[in-house]
């Protein structure tokens, strides 16, 4: 599970089924990961990258319980991150007994991101700005290992050895050729569904446990194409309202929450009517999904009345809006996120 980032990462999660995989005992694997954790860091410092996201916020949880004041963890706004997200975070893992550090980097990454429009690309640059941003960090703290919460379908989707590319994500395929840090991965071999279990188990608040799945890169792959600070406020403020929305919904009854469930911004503009006048304005796309453990998605089923309220409130909140799309593709064909 932990160890130097050159090991070959482990494979019997590709060559078994689920059904012939042994049945996942939480207690067991959280008393495995605290003795490795433990075992692999040994007297050295650490730090770890939290999200918010609930694989990393299960890894910070296990490394706080295995090296203590040893820990140093960070949450790093990129500018690309959710509406509010670095107080929410700090929030919850304060109550999760975590104590996390924010840290600015957002002009950063958008320097680092101008004019690019590949997301393989754009995925890299996140990846490799994230570990120079941690480096830093590290060398302040003086820590050996940088801790993550990848998880197996991050490096399976991220391809290598025998297995083709679908998407890379920044933690795995960001990585860069010389790390700084040796690299520990306690969630490695875990699939969505047993890091939420692992996270009950370890008494994490149901808003951390049962939260949706955000991107490791955040925003950046909600937004199709060049990526500049107004395109992340749009798709920010759009994915605010289509959080409130469904969960509105969920909790009137009117429909089970998606497993995700958010929106994103194409790069083309269409032409509409503000008052009396032409309009030439950005199309969002919202996308809800059903999944178990990300591998494979169905499109939920969302009635039209609840897609009409997303859509009124992005159009009259959000000027640069001007049309909304209900994306109903399952995975595969598609990704979950957009890129």
Partial sequence: MCGNAD???????????????????????????????????GGERAIIAVSGGVDSSVAAALASRALGKSIYCVFVDTGLMRKDEGKLVKAMLSRAGVELHVVDASADFFIALKGVGDPERKRKIIGERFIRVFEAEAKKRKAAYLVQGTIAPDWIESGGGSRETIKSHHNVGGLPKKLGMK??????????????????????????????????????????GEITPEKARIVREACAIVEEELERAADDGKIELPWQY???????????????????????????????????????????????????????????????????????PATVELE
């Fill in 7 to 41: 090991l070959p990462i482990s494979t019997h999660t590709l060559t078994s089924t689920r059904s012939e995989r042994m049945p996942f005992t939480p207690e067991k694997f959280i008393q495995g990961a605290v003795s490795s954790i433990k075992g692999t860091v």
């Fill in 183 to 224: 690299l520990c991965e306690p969630l490695r071999d875990l699939y969505k569904h047993e890091v939420r279990i692992t996270a009950r188990a370890l008494g994490l608040p149901p808003e951390m446990s049962e939260r949706q799945p955000f991107p490791g890169p955040g925003l950046a792959v909600r937004i199709v």
């Fill in 262 to 332: 958010f929106a994103a911004l194409l790069p083309s503009k269409t032409v509409g009517v503000r008052g009396d006048e032409r309009s030439y304005q950005y199309t969002v796309v919202v996308r809800a999904v059903r999944s178990l453990d990300g591998m494979t998605a169905n499109f939920s089923h969302i009635p039209p009345d609840v897609l009409q309220k997303i859509s009124t409130r992005i159009t009259n909140e959000i000027r640069e809006a001007g049309r909304v799309l209900y994306d109903i593709t399952n995975k595969p």
